[in-house]
């Protein structure tokens, strides 16, 4: 059995208009299942601690404007929203506690997980000890200030799927670009140029994923590099194949 740990946004407003935001239920719920499901161990942490909120709307499941099946059943249950209100911050986490770390996106970690030093530090220092560390969308930005043993950047020469330009421009403003931010630090964007389609990818201990869609996918790359945690990891690994190109 192995101990993920989640990491929320703290945030809940944007900037400027002040426009209520929080993590992407979805992009949390889902792969939270997927694990429980599994029979590992979850822990709900945040980037500041105590109380995380999600992101108005997100629980809803495509046009269709009903609550995901998963969003349901956590919010269902008294003892998983309690978990909400009591999250571990990030800088009480250590990383020797945990075999994986997992960051949902949504609109509020462009903001705080990047600017909070103890996020990129605990990143380096899972994946440096042969853990997996996973992000879905925007989650990406706790890969920005992580480092790897040489002191360059962790992304450097890996494959990243992250929440494109079109998409983030599509749901609302956005305070930069994370496909761009990557890529200054070295990233190899790899995308699905159908608009909010699933991507995911898995390049030796980071998972990474393009949208909500990609969540599911995310999660069972995360489980498979659990499960090769004994073993040799691949290199690369897709779901779906898709094609990689710089944004421009």
């Known amino acids: 059995m192995a101990r993920i740990l989640f990491v929320l946004t703290s945030r809940r407003e944007t900037g400027g208009n002040r ?9 949390f719920v889902t792969p939270y299942w997927a694990f429980r499901d599994a029979g590992h161990e979850v822990v709900v942490g945040s980037v500041l601690g105590g109380e995380a909120t999600g992101l108005p709307g997100s629980e809803v499941d495509g046009p269709h404007g009903r609550i995901s099946r998963s969003v349901r059943r956590f919010q269902e249950r008294g003892q998983e929203m309690e978990l909400l209100q009591g999250t571990l911050p990030v800088v009480a986490a250590k990383a020797e506690d945990f075999d994986a770390l997992f960051f949902p996106g949504g609109v509020g970690p462009l903001w705080d997980l990047h600017e909070t030093p103890e996020v990129g530090a605990l990143v380096s220092a899972v994946l440096a000890k042969g853990g997996v560390v996973a992000t879905v969308s925007t989650g990406a930005a706790a890969l920005l200030t992580a480092l790897d043993a040489e002191g360059e950047p962790i992304v450097r ?51 990474t994923g393009q949208n909500p869609a990609s969540a599911a996918p ?23 194949p898709a094609l990689f190109r710089r944004p421009g």
């Open 19 to 27: 426009t209520p935001t929080g993590f992407h239920w979805e992009e």
């Open 157 to 207: 020469r890996r494959r990243i799927s992250t929440a494109p330009d079109a998409e983030l421009s599509a749901v609302g403003p956005a305070p930069y670009s994370i496909e761009a931010a990557l890529v200054e630090r070295g990233a190899r964007i790899g995308r699905n140029e159908y608009m909010f389609r699933p991507h995911a990818l898995r390049d030796g201990g980071l998972v």
């Open 218 to 240: 995310v999660a069972r790359l995360v489980l498979s590099a659990l499960a090769d945690m004994q073993g040799a990891q691949p290199t690369l690994e897709l779901v779906p």
